[in-house]
């Protein structure tokens, strides 16, 4: 037997078989690398659609919020709060909070800014609502700074809106709208008298 004979065999089988053993570890680290793309698609769009929901109900929620401090503004006007106006307004406050505490784990900070900011007024005004409604306004606090206050939280919620659209790619980051201009017209704050208003 010649032993050149048996390592060119040798050679042979294990060329032929370290080939096909570098050829499968090729497609595998290709199908990983496919299936990776795949999860990663998947986790993207499943994000998206998580972001999408919260902002679609944080929205939502803050616009309820701020209809809801504007009809319990006009109760305090017209009587004292039963406990129905009471429960209403704690409701859409328990909503927003839930949404907005929900949006700090997962919307990025270009959203959370001006959110942060809707939260801040609609605290701030609810504040005051709710200090009228015990009797006990602050130094300076009447129904009608409580509604022009109420009024303003609509520009507010609309860049928080803007800003979610620009994080979902639905109108580019760089877009801006012009500011509505408070109304000219009729509003909620002329529907509330300049002081002298009195607790009863």
């Given at each position: 037997?010649?032993?050149?004979?048996?390592?060119?065999?040798?050679?042979?089988?294990?060329?032929?078989?370290?080939?096909?053993?570098?050829?499968?570890?090729?497609?595998?680290?290709?199908?990983?690398?496919?299936?990776?793309?795949?999860?990663?698609?998947?986790?993207a769009?499943?994000?998206?659609?998580?972001?999408?929901?919260?902002?679609?109900?944080?929205?939502?929620?803050?616009?309820?919020f701020?209809?809801?401090?504007?009809?319990?503004?006009?109760?305090?006007?017209?009587?004292?709060?039963?406990p129905?106006?009471?429960?209403?307004?704690?409701?859409?406050?328990?909503a927003?909070?839930?949404?907005?505490?929900?949006?700090?784990?997962?919307?990025?900070?270009?959203?959370?800014?001006?959110?942060?900011?809707?939260?801040?007024?609609?605290?701030?005004?609810?504040?005051?609502?709710?200090?009228?409604?015990?009797?006990?306004?602050?130094?300076?606090?009447?129904?009608?700074?409580?509604?022009?206050?109420?009024?303003?939280?609509?520009?507010?919620?609309?860049?928080?809106?803007?800003?979610?659209?620009?994080?979902?790619?639905?109108?580019?980051?760089?877009?801006?709208?012009?500011?509505?201009?408070?109304?000219?017209?009729?509003?909620?704050?002329?529907?509330?008298?300049?002081?002298?208003?009195?607790?009863?």
């Amino acid at each position: 037997m010649d032993i050149g004979a048996v390592l060119i065999a040798v050679t042979g089988v294990a060329g032929t078989l370290g080939g096909a053993l570098l050829t499968q570890r090729g497609a595998d680290r290709a199908k990983r690398r496919e299936l990776e793309t795949a999860q990663a698609l998947q986790e993207a769009r499943e994000n998206r659609e998580l972001r999408r929901r919260c902002y679609a109900e944080l929205h939502r929620d803050a616009r309820q919020f701020a209809t809801s401090i504007s009809r319990h503004l006009y109760v305090l006007r017209d009587r004292e709060a039963g406990p129905d106006d009471v429960r209403v307004l704690e409701e859409t406050k328990d909503a927003f909070r839930d949404r907005w505490s929900e949006a700090l784990m997962i919307a990025p900070d270009p959203v959370v800014a001006p959110a942060h900011e809707v939260n801040a007024a609609l605290t701030a005004v609810y504040g005051r609502v709710k200090r009228w409604e015990q009797g006990r306004p602050g130094e300076g606090e009447t129904l009608r700074s409580a509604a022009e206050a109420q009024r303003d939280l609509w520009t507010l919620i609309e860049t928080m809106r803007d800003a979610m659209r620009a994080d979902l790619g639905v109108t580019g980051a760089t877009t801006a709208r012009p500011r509505r201009a408070p109304e000219r017209g009729r509003s909620v704050v002329d529907d509330f008298p300049e002081p002298d208003d009195a607790l009863g």
